[in-house]
């Protein structure tokens, strides 16, 4: 089936991934032979069964406006960066659903759903100067493969999470499985609220019966004896201390004397309160100030050292140009790429250009010229203040 055919068909992401995997070891493959393509296009692809690509077609043709590289469409003789432009414009068709044009838009704004790694590398097949593209598409197939394996374990969740529930032949319904577990509760709750309300109205028929008791019965103890008044005399009761709020009892017949009433307790006056009186407060001095500074707010911490992790391609020739891409996290476009000794101070190796492309990602084009000792030196990242990244190895050999 030619790949114009099967882009047209529905595929899953893992699918189209697998042949963006498939198309960058295809063509890995040719160049290895030292061979170029004449001109790659999707009706010059073959794809089999399994995934199987097929490049032969590619061989002859005209360049096609859309999958060429720029230097290709103004006359320039098939190469292999020609042939990495081309391939990476299959790439970004593929994981769109749309050709790419001779302007593509960045990967990441259309696919965010692809890894950031992924996306810079598809964008880095399509640079418009072939220095600045890869070498060759290895980092590119394993990002794919990456990339493949994780899309696979989402797919199946997915599926999981689309498919209708299944029903038992004898489903019980929720409502009352709920109403039964709760109403043995709701007895225990009225049960406790009636006792509680049994046991305040005993408890508050408990405390009001003494009281109606006192003021409906007289003080059981008897006043002292007092001597016999004269006929027609009124007989002055000696004062009873008060045990209680309650008067005292009248005697029948008696008159009571004002003697006989209990003036009630004092009360006592209130005392006023002195006012508080502000004291000002000193103006700091400038001893003080500096002996007790006021608390600043804590300044935003230092981002993450960058670290690299991976170097594209390992080893170089000399003499002649070269696109390296220097990998890592935390990298910054203020960093500038040094060439280390490790056994040999570096001669004839001059960095040309670099270029920031993202905080995982920075190619520099180096150029090597007779002089440089073939051996092994140290590649990393220095800063304005001097500050090194981890070296990485650089082989360079004849």
Same mark, same amino acid.
């Given at each position: 089936?030619?790949?114009?055919?099967?882009?047209?068909?529905?595929?899953?992401?893992?699918?189209?991934?697998?042949? %963006?995997?498939?198309?960058?070891?295809?063509?890995?493959?040719?160049?290895?032979?030292?061979?170029?393509?004449?001109?790659?296009?999707?009706?010059?692809?073959?794809?089999?069964?399994?995934?199987?690509?097929?490049?032969?077609?590619? #061989?002859?043709?005209?360049p096609?406006?859309?999958?060429?590289?720029?230097?290709?469409?103004?006359?320039?003789?098939?190469?292999?960066?020609?042939?990495?432009?081309?391939?990476?414009?299959?790439?970004?068709?593929?994981?769109?659903?749309?050709?790419?044009?001779? *302007?593509?838009?960045?990967?990441?704004?259309? =696919?965010?759903?692809?890894?950031?790694?992924?996306?810079?590398?598809?964008?880095?097949?399509?640079?418009?100067?072939?220095?600045?593209?890869?070498?060759?598409?290895?980092?590119?197939?394993?990002? =794919? *493969? =990456?990339?493949?394996? +994780?899309?696979?374990?989402a !797919?199946?969740?997915?599926?999981?999470?689309?498919?209708p529930?299944?029903?038992?032949?004898?489903?019980?319904? &929720?409502?009352?499985?709920?109403?039964?577990?709760h109403?043995?509760?709701?007895?225990?709750?009225?049960?406790?609220?009636? =006792?509680?309300?049994?046991?305040?109205?005993?408890?508050?028929?408990?405390?009001?019966? $003494?009281? %109606?008791?006192?003021?409906?019965?007289? /003080?059981?103890?008897?006043?002292? *004896?007092?001597?016999?008044?004269?006929?027609?005399?009124?007989?002055? $009761?000696?004062?009873?201390?008060? &045990? +209680?709020?309650?008067?005292?009892?009248?005697?029948?017949?008696?008159?009571?004397?004002?003697?006989?009433?209990?003036?009630?307790?004092?009360?006592? !006056?209130?005392?006023?309160?002195?006012?508080?009186? /502000?004291?000002?407060?000193?103006?700091? &001095?400038?001893?003080?100030?500096?002996?007790?500074?006021?608390?600043?707010?804590?300044?935003?911490?230092?981002?993450?050292p960058?670290?690299?992790? #991976?170097? @594209?391609?390992?080893?170089?020739?000399?003499?002649?140009?070269?696109?390296?891409?220097?990998?890592?996290?935390?990298?910054?476009?203020?960093?500038?790429?040094?060439?280390?000794?490790?056994? !040999?101070t570096?001669?004839?190796?001059?960095? %040309?250009?670099?270029?920031?492309?993202s #905080?995982?990602?920075? @190619?520099?084009?180096?150029?090597?010229?007779?002089?440089? &000792?073939?051996?092994?030196?140290?590649?990393?990242?220095?800063?304005a203040?001097?500050?090194?990244?981890?070296?990485?190895?650089?082989?360079?050999?004849?």
């Amino acid at each position: 089936m030619r790949l114009d055919a099967w882009l047209k068909q529905p595929h899953t992401p893992s699918e189209r991934l697998r042949l %963006i995997e498939r198309l960058a070891q295809a063509l890995n493959t040719v160049h290895d032979r030292g061979e170029s393509l004449a001109s790659i296009a999707p009706e010059r692809v073959e794809v089999g069964s399994d995934f199987k690509i097929d490049l032969a077609p590619a #061989a002859r043709g005209r360049p096609e406006p859309g999958y060429a590289a720029p230097e290709r469409l103004e006359g320039g003789p098939p190469s292999t960066a020609a042939d990495i432009y081309s391939v990476g414009s299959l790439c970004w068709e593929a994981l769109v659903g749309r050709p790419c044009g001779e *302007a593509p838009k960045p990967l990441a704004e259309i =696919a965010p759903e692809l890894s950031r790694e992924l996306a810079n590398s598809v964008m880095g097949c399509l640079e418009r100067s072939p220095e600045w593209r890869p070498k060759d598409l290895t980092y590119l197939a394993q990002l =794919a *493969a =990456a990339q493949q394996k +994780a899309t696979r374990g989402a !797919e199946p969740k997915a599926e999981r999470a689309v498919a209708p529930p299944r029903v038992s032949a004898a489903p019980r319904p &929720t409502p009352r499985r709920a109403s039964r577990s709760h109403r043995p509760l709701f007895l225990w709750t009225v049960l406790l609220v009636a =006792a509680a309300a049994s046991s305040y109205l005993w408890l508050y028929r408990q405390q009001a019966e $003494p009281g %109606i008791t006192a003021r409906a019965v007289p /003080s059981p103890t008897p006043p002292p *004896a007092a001597p016999q008044p004269d006929a027609g005399a009124t007989a002055t $009761p000696q004062p009873v201390a008060a &045990t +209680a709020p309650t008067p005292a009892p009248t005697v029948t017949g008696v008159k009571p004397t004002p003697a006989s009433v209990v003036d009630p307790a004092p009360t006592a !006056e209130p005392v006023p309160t002195a006012m508080p009186v /502000s004291t000002p407060t000193p103006a700091p &001095t400038p001893a003080a100030i500096a002996a007790n500074p006021e608390p600043r707010t804590p300044s935003v911490p230092p981002a993450e050292p960058a670290s690299l992790s #991976a170097v @594209s391609p390992l080893s170089v020739r000399r003499p002649g140009k070269v696109l390296l891409d220097i990998r890592g996290a935390g990298l910054r476009s203020d960093q500038y790429v040094r060439i280390l000794p490790l056994k !040999e101070t570096p001669r004839g190796i001059t960095v %040309i250009r670099q270029k920031w492309v993202s #905080a995982n990602l920075v @190619s520099v084009l180096l150029e090597l010229d007779a002089r440089v &000792t073939p051996t092994v030196y140290a590649i990393a990242l220095e800063d304005a203040s001097g500050a090194l990244t981890n070296p990485l190895q650089l082989h360079v050999t004849k």
